[in-house]
């Protein structure tokens, strides 16, 4: 302190008010001073009493979370005062920076009358990491509302030291069994079941009861392969037995999976009525329907059929490969949405594919409400993740989403199933394909150019696409490509390399899946195989008898079957095959990884092996690049684990449109 006028004192630095404030002003008061200052004195700092939470459910099912700090005898909402200070502090949106926040550092929250209160980090840290998303906009001075869902983390604040919380019992017990699966009992699978489930089924087939006693909903997310169709069957089959499957439950299914599901349900559940809602002729089968167990039909038939699906009441509404009505919007998707049934039930091995509005379109239909509108989801949690790798929101997430999902891998559950291994074929472009890559590639990055330069990135997708789709052609095939030169191009890289590889792996005894995303190249592939006089069968879709063409393949000999990615890419059992090809590669590794499960599934006795066909520097290894990226997104929400998150931008379609290295001509 030093000399002001007489009676007048002052401190060197203003620097050294809140250590004199904290620490010399109550010195000051407990010797005796009488201390008066204005409450809006700017360096004034108080202390908090006490930390008060109280949680109460109202009818709707909802938690009111009402959080109070208690400042000179005086309760205050706590909301608006956090809002603040997340808003104006970037700290609190960072996982990382907030583990390096020493809690006993200081932080100020300021009062709307103007007085600044001191608490400790340690305080306010768990409340960021479990409610940040509540923050978006100005709570008011009302209770913050959760979905009786969350009720998870309503119990981590209620363990916070310090803090008086009362009605913590309403959350207590749900919160348990949703977060730690308590009072998931052991379940005995149905006597009628003709399959003995390994354990980790037995796990399932106990959670999809725990979800129907309790009245939730979830998503079967195994990856493929793992059996997810026989747990359900077995978990259907279980209802009926203890006599709850009252009405019938209905299975919404790609038109691939009829078959499957049919085939696995006469084998493994017999004692299930099953309906197939299928075919021209499926009109006159609709009466049918509350005699029989579980009913399938199909993603497009379903917006059409609707108005006679719904005058039945059904026990369990499924969504097999239930990505499929990623696009909320969809008609598919709308009209699972207006269907009456009880319990509710997601099954894919890709909950994930893209970007996290795929997860809330499967959430919306499963349990509503629970991750809010589509809007402010895009709000809350989409941008925030998938443009700023935000790492609280992607963890707080991953934990919100993580009660409702079983997700098991083959490396962790099925330790008998051979090993996959992958290997890389890569082909040089020579002569007139190498100079009609480029010549394609050098137009279509002029025109993506003048495209986004006239109309911006996020307009110009239709003209990029059509790029890459030009690109990806002439890796494949020249004569994929619909130019006038194309077709005078005699070199075809690829289709030399595959047309090498095939008689050998034939005559090795090898039994092998082809996959190609475009029809055009399997018919090109067919004639080839036609004039070595190689034995094949195809799918397609347009193969009217695909179950022949299956049979052929699996039971016949057939030692070579052509697919397409769209076709057969999901929901065929093919462990007759013990080679996968991959003609042309795709930037999302789920869809590859689906195809080849196709062979390494359960059921699997012999070693695979996968051939991924790739054009050297071209923009198919720039594809192979970006499956990475992809795989990183889902892995940030659906495993614990998360890794960075990143954006398919501009730079990347430089990266897929950069020349050919230079090589032989």
Known sequence: VRSRPPRLWGLESPSHWPEFMSEHLPALRAAGWQVEMPVDFRHLVVDVDSWEAEIGEDAGGWFNLDMGIVVDGLRLPLAPLLYDLFRNDARWLDTAQLNKLPDQAPVILTTPTGIRLRVQ???????????????????????LRLSRLDAPRLARLAEMRRWRFAGVEAVAKLAHSLQHGAGIQPVAPP?????????????GLAWLQYLREHGLAGILA??????KTAQTLAHLLLEKEAGRLDRPCLVVLPTSLIFN???????????????????????????????????????PLLWRDEALLAKQEYHLLILDEAQTVKNAASKAAQAVRRLSTRHRLCLTGTPLENHLGELWAQFDFLLPGFLGEAKGFTKTWRTPIEKHGNGVRRDLLAARVRPFILRRRKEDVAKEL?????????????????????????????????????????RSHIVILDALLKLRQVCCDPRLVKLAGAAKVKERAKLDQLMDMLPELVDEGRRVLVFSQFTSMLALIEEELLARKLSYVKLTGDTQDREGVIRRFQDEGVPIFLISLKAGGVGLNLTAADTVIHYDPWWNPAVENQATDRAHRIGQKKKVFVYKLVVAGSIEEKIIALQDKKAELAAGVLSEDAGALSKFG????????????????
């Open 121 to 143: 980090a340690g305080r306010i840290k768990p409340l960021a990491l479990t409610l940040i998303d509540l923050f978006d906009a100005p709570p008011g001075h009302g209770p």
């Open 191 to 203: 006597a009628g079941f003709a399959l003995t489930l390994r354990p980790y089924q037995l796990e």
């Open 222 to 227: 195994d990856d493929m392969g793992l059996g």
């Open 261 to 299: 599901w049919k085939r696995e349900a006469e084998r493994f559940a017999p004692g299930l009525k099953v309906l197939s809602l299928h075919g021209k002729e499926r009109a006159e089968r609709f009466a049918a329907i509350p005699e029989h167990d579980v009913i399938l039909t199909t993603y």
């Open 418 to 458: 051979p090993a996959k291994t992958l290997i890389v074929r890569t082909v040089e472009l020579q002569g007139g394909q190498r100079d009609l890559y480029e010549a394609v590639r050098s137009a279509m990055d002029e025109k993506i150019r003048e495209a986004i330069a006239d109309k911006g990135f996020a």
């Open 650 to 665: 501009e730079a990347d379609i430089r990266a897929l449109l950069a020349p050919l290295p230079m090589g032989k001509g």
